[in-house]
């Protein structure tokens, strides 16, 4: 079975230009994560979806970040403008609903952005 | 507020050595933790988890971790330590909301 898709695996930008991500998830899974991991950090959560709903967003800086998961499957993840502060590696992760129990997230392999 | 940190951001070894890298968390609830591994450009991997069965879990790889409630602590071990295991290792607690809150990392060297 494949893991959870990620394109493209590296990204090299300049600032003010935009860039996106793009994810699939493993087959059947309804919950959907971006993560973001700064250089030596974990990663944070930017958002999760349950189907196509963003049902926790809190830490997505909206005013240049940008998410859709129209159909329940696939996502991608925007960034308009780029800045310098953005470069990061942006994961994704999918899991099984999360409900009352915890259901293992399994994540892909990152994009790497870099921004000149 | 769940928040845990680990404690080293190195930890150097030789190979056969024990492998034991620090993580404490604060929850104000019982607590889901987690360890996994993240190999160089690659996604994180789950190591094990805990869910408040059994303190001590077993994970892949030979690794294990005990949950010690008065200490806080969800230390990760592994006997001996192979040139393989080097890595990034990451701590994290589930929230009440089912969000992950990752610690900042510890980088495994292995050393011939």
């Known amino acids: 079975e494949a893991g959870v898709v990620q394109s493209p695996r590296y990204k090299i930008i300049e600032k003010k230009q935009p860039v996106a991500f793009w994810c699939n998830p493993i087959?059947?899974?309804?919950?959907l994560y971006w993560y973001r991991q700064n250089l030596g950090q974990g990663p944070e959560l930017l958002i999760r979806y349950e189907n196509e709903e963003a049902v926790d967003d809190s830490q997505l800086p909206k005013d240049r970040f940008s998410a859709e998961r129209l159909k329940g499957v696939d996502s991608t993840l925007k960034i308009q403008p780029a800045e310098l502060g953005d470069s990061a590696v942006y994961l994704c992760?999918?899991?099984?609903?999360?409900?009352?129990?915890?259901?293992?997230?399994?994540f892909g392999p990152g994009t790497r952005l870099t921004v000149l | 507020a769940q928040s845990v940190t680990q404690l080293g951001s190195h930890v150097s070894v030789s190979e056969g050595a024990l492998v034991l890298l620090r993580c404490n968390y604060s929850s104000s609830v019982p607590p889901y933790l987690f360890w996994y591994v993240q190999y160089p450009n690659q996604g994180l991997q789950l190591l094990l988890k805990y869910t408040s069965a059994a303190t001590l879990v077993k994970g892949i790889n030979g690794f294990e971790a005990e949950f010690k409630k008065s200490e806080t602590s969800f230390h990760l071990t592994k006997p001996s330590a192979h040139m393989s295991d080097a890595a990034e290792y990451f701590c994290?607690?589930?929230?009440?909301?089912?969000?992950?809150?990752f610690g900042q990392g510890t980088e495994l060297s292995v050393k011939p």
């Open positions: 087959s059947g899974h309804n919950t």
């Open positions: 992760a999918s899991s099984l609903p999360s409900g009352s129990s915890y259901n293992e997230q399994f």
């Open positions: 994290a607690v589930r929230n009440q909301g089912g969000k992950l809150i």
